[in-house]
């Protein structure tokens, strides 16, 4: 979902997995306890930011009623924004570049035209307002629409893993077959299943789910407009923040090809689910909350707000900017300057610039902009808070992923790199 470091030993290409490789989430209990709590999840936070009370706590707890979870205009508005991106994705636009080698020597190619794909949904909408199409709509439709993208999450994932027992063994994640069904199921098998030259798991990573979030948001910030005349400033600051997010995360989509989801992870109900439901309907919490719960925001206020995510986009930005340009040509004059620390594996370890001050500045910047999301909802409910506290926990737990990784690939290397950058996350403080 985000900028990551990856590293794994690699194997022999024909070298199948044994069944006792490391399992992460859980193992087993996780691949079954996941997918179901999971769902249940994004149905009940969006039923608890539509709800007056908005309390996290309320027990029994807030889901939606059965006649609330169906409407057929929901999977059809679906289904059409996913195919409208599948078209999308064949456009002439942008440049084609290269992912990173693939374990038979092979690299595959990939269009670069995520940004291009978002200015097209954002002409479409801008016409749908102009023939004055109620987007606000979409406030109502919220509970539907998660629902059909669940249910679409289970569907492509069952494809997905029935389809791995057609290509060869080298295609395969080496974490994703491990010979137990459930988890391989969740985990994900296949590395990158492609139809011809379409890439399933890269057009998932940053197309219809990232794009489909800014929508969501747009539709809020349009139902405020429907029940109070114009939007509110915490609304239009939501909207912005996000929107640049989702822009940046498309205007460099090539640095995706470099990251752990890419590189290391299968595509299975994780990722699946991930994209085309977890990051669309939960993402936009704070959207939704503030159609309820409208928040009064001073100038002042806005000011502190809007600096504290202009630094953590800062930092996020160039971090990952860094990182990417020193692992596709490290001899480039904006990276040949920075120290280094040599790996037996021949690759060189950033222990200067970004790199230097934490193991992970791109996650501190991050974190920064996930606060200043919540910040313009106010301090009167916990669920608006929830992105940047799950947040924190997903980094810190994706993070231990990158440390158990690159040690086993860097070994004492990495050792020593620690040393030199003894924080992770938070300077001085983890």
Known sequence: MKGTKMGRNKQAVNHRPTHDTEREFGGTLGAVCIPVFLPLTV????????????????????????????????????????????????MPFGKVSEGLALRDGTRLKYPINGFHSLCVSAVLLMVLLGLRAPLGFLFELLVPLAVSAIAVSFLFSIYLYVRSFLVPSHALALGGDTGNPLYDFFIGRELNPRIGNFDLKYFCELRPGLIGWVVI???????????????????????????????????????????????????????????????PFTYSLQASFLVVHPQTLSLLKAAVI?????????????????????????????????????????????????????????????????????LPCGFSHLLPYFYVIYFTILLIHREARDERQCKAKYGLAWDTYCRRVPYRIFPYIY
Request: net charge negative; aromatic share 12%; charged share 15%.
């Open 43 to 90: 149905l009940f936070l969006i039923g608890v930011s539509q709800s007056p009370e908005a309390s996290v706590f309320q027990w029994p707890p807030k889901l939606p009623s059965t006649d609330q979870l169906w409407d057929p205009l929901a999977p059809m508005l679906l289904l059409g924004w996913i195919g409208l991106h599948a078209l999308l994705y064949f």
């Open 217 to 279: 948001n747009l539709g809020m910030l349009m139902k405020e407009v429907e029940l109070r005349g114009s939007p509110s400033l915490s609304m239009i600051l939501v909207n912005c923040f996000q929107l640049l997010y989702v822009a940046d995360a498309l205007w460099n989509e090539e640095a995706v090809l470099t990251t752990m989801d890419i590189v290391h992870d299968g595509f299975g109900f994780m990722l699946v689910f991930g994209d085309l439901a977890w990051v």
């Open 306 to 374: 809007v600096a504290l995510n202009g630094v953590g986009y800062y930092i996020f930005r160039k971090s990952n900017s860094q990182k990417n340009q020193f692992r596709r040509d490290p001899t480039h004059p904006s990276v040949s300057g920075l120290e280094t620390i040599a790996t037996a594996t021949g690759k060189r370890l950033l222990v200067s610039g970004w790199w230097g001050l934490v193991r992970h500045p791109n996650y501190l910047g991050d974190l920064l902009m996930a606060l200043a999301w919540s």
